[in-house]
């Protein structure tokens, strides 16, 4: 059975950090691409970042100089490490892992508040 588990979510101030960390079991985790994405109340799911296989990442323009994704394939693990934080970035945040199949993690809830 596949699963990512989100964690590292929750409240904090504007200009605050959080790391976002999935977790994943019952898949080779290394031969997936890994993405984050967020949906906020009323909006759509939008792309945060991703890394492939390799580790070339790709970020939105939201994101960049912001956040950084990285993985530790020995430890079936991607992050999401969250910089000067807006409240903008309040959402849901997921972790994807694709490889042909695709895979999501329940989410996280981020709060930027003040």
């Known amino acids: 059975q596949v699963q990512l588990v989100e964690s590292g979510g929750g409240l904090v101030q504007p200009g605050g950090s959080l790391r976002l960390s999935c977790t994943a079991s019952g898949i080779i985790f290394s031969i997936y691409a890994m993405g984050w994405y967020r949906q906020a109340p009323g909006k759509q799911r939008e792309l945060v970042a991703t890394i492939t296989s390799g580790g070339s990442t790709n970020y939105a323009s939201s994101a960049k100089g912001r956040f950084t994704i990285s993985r530790d394939n020995v430890k079936n693990t991607g992050y999401l490490q969250m910089n000067s934080l807006k409240p903008e970035d309040t959402a849901v945040y997921y972790c994807?892992?694709?490889?042909?199949?695709?895979?999501w993690g329940q989410g996280t809830q981020v709060t930027v508040s003040s």
């Open positions: 994807n892992a694709a490889s042909g199949f695709e895979f």
